[in-house]
C-alpha cells in the first residue's frame, strides 16, 4: 500500500509528488517549478536531498551507524553551511554535536541523568550548565558560571509557583482555584518591577491584564468564534496607551481591519494573502511565498530557497539580509548590514569576537550574557509575560535596565533602556522579544518563527503555512494563532498553542536546545514518537508515522503507518472501555468524549488547556484523557500523545505524561497495572493485534 503522510499530502496541494513505497518520496515539483530529489539506502533511510529549476539551495548529505553506539543513528549531516556530528551514549541520547557553520566550528555536550533528562549542557565556550530536578521531573535550579535559577518551586498540581533568579529576584504565580477559571493564572509578580493579574472571560479568553506597577489596564473583546475584536490600554500614548478594533471578513474569515489599518486581499490565488494595507501592497508567488513588500517609498524583495525558506532580503536594490539554513531547516546564519552572526539553537550565538547566550529554565529563557572574547559581561536576567514575551531586562543586581510593551499582535508599543554607556559589547535589547521570538522588525519588519516570518504590523504571516490547522479557521493559513494572539503563541511557526495557565507545562517541556537528533534516537525511553515532532515548545507536534516503543525486551522500535495505527488505537479503545473506564472519542483526533472535563469547555477541550484536564476531579468522574497534539496533525490520535487521566473514584489526577523524550508511560501511575498491561508491553500487544488482522 502506498501512504501519503499528512505532512507531504499538505506540501503537494500545489504540487506533483512521486512516491515509493513505505510512504517515503522520490521527488517533488512544486508550483514554482522547483524540484526536491531524496535518495534512499536500503534501510529507506534518506541519504541526501537535491534540487534543481530553482534558487540555488545547496545539497543534503545524511550519514548513519558511524561510531560507538551510532548503529541504526544519524551521525552526521553535510549541507551549504557547513556540517553536523552527533555522537551517542548507550541508551541512544545524543552526547556530542559538533556543528560546523561557514567553517567556524561550535561542539555542545550533554550528560543526562537516571530519568534521561538533560543533567548538564557544555556550551561551545567551555561553561557547563546543570539543570537539577525534583522527583516529578521538573527542573528545581539552573547553574554554571553563575547561579541563574537558584531555585523553582511547583504546587501539587506541577503548576510553577516560584522561580528564584540569580540576581535576587524572584518570579512567583497565583492561580485561580480550580473551581474558578479552571485554575487559570492569576497573578505574575517579580518584585517591585512587575505586576500583572489576568482576568478571563467564561470560555478562557483574558478579558484584562492589569499591570500594578505602571497602573495600566489593558481590555480586551472576542466575537463568538473568540477571535479578537478590541484591544485598548489606558493613560499615556508616551507610555503605550493605544485604543484599537479588529474586524474580520464574514466570507473568508480574513483580518479585514487592525486598528487604523484596512487590509484587503486582492489574489484571486492566495486568497488569505494579503495584497494591500494602507496604501502598503504585497505580491506572493506561486507557492504563496510574499516576495514584494512596498512600505512606504521602499521596495523589500523577499527572495526564496527551494525549500520555501527566506534566504535573501533586499532594499530597493541593496541586500540588507541574507540566512543560511542547514539541512533540518534551522537557521544556522545569517548576514545583516554587512554584519555575519552564526547561530547554534537558540542558546548560543557567534558575531565576530562578540558572543551572545542564553540560559533556559525549562522552555523560559531567563538569563543572558554577551561578551566580547575575551573580555566578560555580567549577566542579564529578563522577565517575561504569560506569551513568553521578553517584558522586563534586569542587570546582576536586580536593577531594571530595560523594558518593552507589546500590543496584541506583537507590535511594540513602549520601549525604555536606562543601560550603561560603558558595557563591552555596546548593550542593546534582545532580539527575542515578542513571544521569545527573534525580531527583525527594525531591519525589514518581520519577526523570525522558524518555519516561517510573520508581519505583526497586519497580523500574518509572509507565506503559507505548510501544516494546515484544524477547525474552520484553520483553512487561513497566514492566519496568526487563530486570531486570538492573548490566549495563544506559535512557537515554531505550525502550531498554534493554547498558552493560558499553562505555566504547568512550560516548567519542564523540552526545548529547542535539548539535544533530540532527527530523526530521534531509536531507543528513547517514551512508547511514542513522531518522525517530525516540535520539541522546541510544548509537546504535542507529531510526525504522521508513529514509532510504538517495544518494552517487552526486544529493545526494538516498530514504525506504524498512521492508518494502521488509529485503527489499532480504536481497537485499544474499545479494550478500556471494558474495563469500566471513559475513553474520548478517539478517531482522528475528534473531541467527543463520554464525561465533561471539570470546568472545561468546548474550547479548553478543543485546544488541549491542561487546567481542564490536570484538576481535582470530583470522586465520582471517569477518567478523561486528552491529547495534546498540535493544531494541523489531526490524523493522530490519542495514544500518541501526553495524556491526563483520573482514575474512578480518585480525587485527583494521574501523573502527567509527555511522550517525547519523555519516560511517559512507564511513569504512569495507573490503577490497574492489569488493566493497562498493554502499556509496558505495547509492542507484544501490537504484534498480536496484527496476527489477528491477518488471521481475518
Not at 93 to 108: C, G, L, M, N, P
Not at 305 to 329: H, P, Q, S, Y
Not at 535 to 560: A, Q
Not at 603 to 625: K, L, M
Request: overall charge negative; hydrophobic content about 30%; aromatic content about 14%.
Amino acid at each position: 500500500m502506498i501512504r501519503l503522510t499528512t505532512k507531504w499530502r499538505n506540501a503537494c496541494v500545489n504540487s506533483k509528488c512521486i512516491i515509493r513505497l513505505f510512504s517515503d518520496f522520490k521527488f517533488q515539483t512544486d508550483a514554482r517549478g522547483c524540484v526536491t530529489n531524496i535518495a534512499y539506502d536500503e534501510l529507506n533511510r534518506p541519504t541526501g536531498k537535491t534540487y534543481s529549476g530553482c534558487p540555488t539551495t545547496g545539497a543534503v548529505t545524511y550519514t548513519y551507524d558511524a561510531g560507538t553506539n551510532g548503529k541504526g543513528r544519524r551521525t552526521s549531516m553535510t549541507d551549504a553551511s557547513g556540517s553536523t556530528s552527533w555522537l551517542y551514549d548507550s541508551r541512544g541520547r545524543v552526547t556530542k554535536e559538533t556543528k560546523v557553520i561557514a567553517s567556524v566550528s561550535f561542539v555542545t555536550e550533554w550528560t543526562y541523568n537516571l530519568a534521561d533528562l538533560p543533567e548538564t549542557m557544555k556550551y561551545p565556550d567551555g561553561e557547563i550548565v546543570t539543570t537539577g530536578y525534583n522527583n516529578n521531573m521538573l527542573p528545581t535550579d539552573v547553574s554554571g558560571a553563575d547561579n541563574y535559577v537558584p531555585s523553582m518551586t511547583y504546587d501539587s498540581a506541577g503548576r510553577l509557583l516560584t522561580r528564584a533568579l540569580g540576581n535576587g529576584l524572584t518570579q512567583n504565580y497565583v492561580y485561580y482555584p480550580w473551581n474558578q477559571q479552571g485554575g487559570r493564572l492569576h497573578t505574575l509578580v517579580a518584585g517591585n518591577l512587575q505586576n500583572l493579574s489576568y482576568a478571563y472571560d467564561s470560555v478562557g479568553n483574558i478579558t484584562s491584564i492589569a499591570d500594578s506597577i505602571n497602573s495600566q489596564t489593558q481590555s480586551f473583546d472576542y466575537d463568538a468564534l473568540d477571535r479578537l475584536t478590541s484591544a485598548s490600554a489606558n493613560g499615556e500614548p508616551g507610555q503605550g496607551a493605544y485604543d484599537e478594533t479588529y474586524q474580520y471578513d464574514p466570507a473568508t474569515g480574513n483580518l479585514k481591519v487592525k486598528g487604523d489599518m484596512t487590509l484587503d486581499y486582492f489574489d484571486s490565488s492566495h486568497v488569505h494573502a494579503v495584497t494591500n494595507a494602507n496604501g502598503n501592497t504585497y505580491s506572493y508567488d506561486s507557492n504563496g511565498n510574499q516576495t514584494t513588500r512596498h512600505i512606504g517609498n521602499d521596495t523589500f524583495h523577499l527572495i526564496y530557497d527551494a525549500e520555501n525558506r527566506l534566504v535573501e532580503v533586499k532594499k530597493n536594490v541593496t541586500t540588507i539580509a541574507e540566512f543560511t539554513f542547514d539541512g533540518d531547516g534551522k537557521r544556522v546564519m545569517s548576514v545583516i548590514d554587512g554584519e555575519t552572526i552564526r547561530f547554534v539553537g537558540g542558546y548560543y550565538e557567534r558575531k565576530g569576537s562578540q558572543i551572545t547566550k542564553y540560559y533556559m529554565a525549562g522552555a523560559a529563557r531567563v538569563a543572558m550574557r554577551k561578551y566580547t572574547i575575551p573580555q566578560s559581561m555580567t549577566v542579564e536576567y529578563m522577565l517575561g509575560d504569560h506569551l513568553g514575551s521578553t517584558s522586563i531586562t534586569t542587570d546582576s543586581n536586580g536593577a531594571m535596565v530595560s523594558e518593552m510593551r507589546y500590543k496584541p499582535w506583537g507590535e511594540l508599543r513602549y520601549t525604555w533602556t536606562d543601560a550603561p554607556a560603558s558595557t563591552s559589547p555596546t548593550y542593546e535589547l534582545t532580539r527575542y522579544q515578542y513571544t521569545g521570538q527573534y525580531s527583525y522588525d527594525v531591519e525589514f519588519g518581520l519577526k523570525y518563527y522558524g518555519a516561517r516570518f510573520y508581519d505583526s504590523a497586519v497580523g500574518r504571516f509572509v507565506s503559507a503555512d505548510t501544516v494546515i490547522p484544524e477547525g474552520t479557521q484553520g483553512y487561513d493559513r497566514y492566519a496568526y494563532v487563530y486570531n486570538n494572539p492573548l490566549r495563544y503563541n506559535d512557537p515554531t511557526g505550525h502550531c498554534p498553542l493554547c498558552l493560558v495557565g499553562m505555566l504547568v507545562i512550560m516548567a519542564f517541556v523540552l526545548t529547542a536546545d535539548t539535544p533530540v537528533a532527527s530523526p530521534p534516537p531509536t531507543n528513547y525511553p517514551a512508547n511514542v514518537y513522531g518522525g517530525e515532532g516540535c520539541s522546541s515548545s510544548l509537546p504535542g507536534c507529531f510526525g504522521d508515522v508513529v514509532v510504538l516503543k517495544d518494552f517487552s525486551g526486544h529493545g526494538e522500535d516498530n514504525p506504524i503507518p498512521i492508518e494502521e495505527f488509529n485503527e489499532f488505537a480504536d481497537e485499544v479503545a474499545e479494550d478500556l472501555n471494558s474495563h469500566d473506564l471513559t475513553w474520548p472519542g478517539i478517531s482522528a483526533g475528534r473531541q467527543a468524549y463520554d464525561t465533561p472535563f471539570y470546568n472545561g469547555g468546548e474550547s479548553e477541550r478543543r485546544t488541549g488547556d491542561p487546567n481542564a484536564q490536570a484538576g481535582f476531579y470530583p470522586a465520582d468522574q471517569q477518567v478523561c484523557i486528552e491529547t495534546l497534539r498540535c493544531s494541523g496533525r489531526s490524523e493522530i490520535n490519542y495514544i500518541a500523545q501526553g495524556m491526563w487521566g483520573a482514575a474512578v473514584g480518585e480525587p485527583k489526577p494521574i501523573t502527567i505524561s509527555i511522550t517525547i523524550g519523555w519516560k511517559g508511560w512507564e511513569y504512569f501511575d495507573w490503577p490497574s497495572e492489569d488493566t493497562f498491561f498493554w502499556l509496558q508491553y505495547g509492542y507484544d500487544y501490537y504484534q498480536q493485534w496484527l496476527e489477528e488482522q491477518e488471521a481475518e
